[in-house]
């Protein structure tokens, strides 16, 4: 879709929302609002609007809330997924300059090793940087889910000491 026409779109979506919350927006508004949202996947942006907006929102949004909501139904993912991407063209990079100046995250160092080490990037063939950049990304995002993990449940990283008082508890 032409970014033309989803702004219009956008804008009488803008105009249904509104009249929900019964509020007037000025031409300005809507067009800045528009521009704002036009990068959005208009499918997504809808169902942001008016299935998970309107039962969270008070009042009518800030761009900034509508952001929000949409970047907690996709955002995540395609953050950790651009992230990957970000490092793997840096692994590339660095693998034809032979890992001298390292710019690459530890995660990514982690992964490089788990993967054979450095000497099998820079060596490597078309197709084995091929089946090597999808096992990149596919343990960049496994890694990501564990990390996500252990911030939702920082119990399932437990100290030595903790792990005795809940032995101790047990008894």
């Known amino acids: 879709m032409e970014k033309h026409q989803q702004k219009e779109k956008?804008?009488?979506?803008?105009?249904?929302?509104a009249d929900v919350f019964n509020e007037e927006l000025t031409e300005m508004?809507?067009?800045?609002?528009?521009?704002?949202?036009?990068d959005l996947e208009f499918p997504i942006l809808r169902e942001v609007l008016f299935r998970v907006g309107l039962r969270k929102w008070k009042f009518f949004p800030r761009v900034a809330e509508i952001f929000e909501i949409?970047?907690?139904?996709?955002?995540?993912?395609?953050?950790?997924?651009?992230?990957?991407?970000?490092?793997?063209?840096?692994?590339?990079?660095?693998?034809?300059?032979?890992?001298?100046?390292?710019?690459?995250?530890?995660?990514?160092?982690?992964?490089?090793?788990?993967l054979g080490g450095k000497n099998k990037f820079a060596y490597a063939t078309d197709k084995d940087m091929t089946f090597l950049e999808h096992k990149f990304k596919n343990l960049f995002a496994e890694s990501s889910?564990?990390?996500?993990?252990?911030?939702?449940?920082?119990?399932?990283?437990?100290?030595?000491?903790?792990?005795?008082?809940?032995?101790?508890?047990?008894?």
């Not at 955002?75 to 997924?81: A, Q, V």
């Not at 399932?156 to 005795?164: D, L, R």
């Open 10 to 17: 956008i804008i009488k979506d803008l105009i249904a929302l």
């Open 29 to 38: 508004q809507m067009e800045v609002y528009a521009e704002n949202l036009s």
């Open 70 to 114: 949409y970047e907690s139904l996709v955002g995540k993912e395609f953050l950790e997924n651009q992230e990957a991407d970000e490092q793997w063209l840096l692994v590339q990079k660095e693998a034809c300059q032979g890992f001298r100046n390292s710019e690459l995250s530890s995660k990514s160092l982690e992964i490089i090793r788990r």
């Open 145 to 171: 889910v564990f990390e996500n993990n252990v911030k939702t449940f920082p119990c399932v990283k437990q100290t030595q000491i903790e792990q005795q008082l809940l032995k101790t508890m047990a008894l």
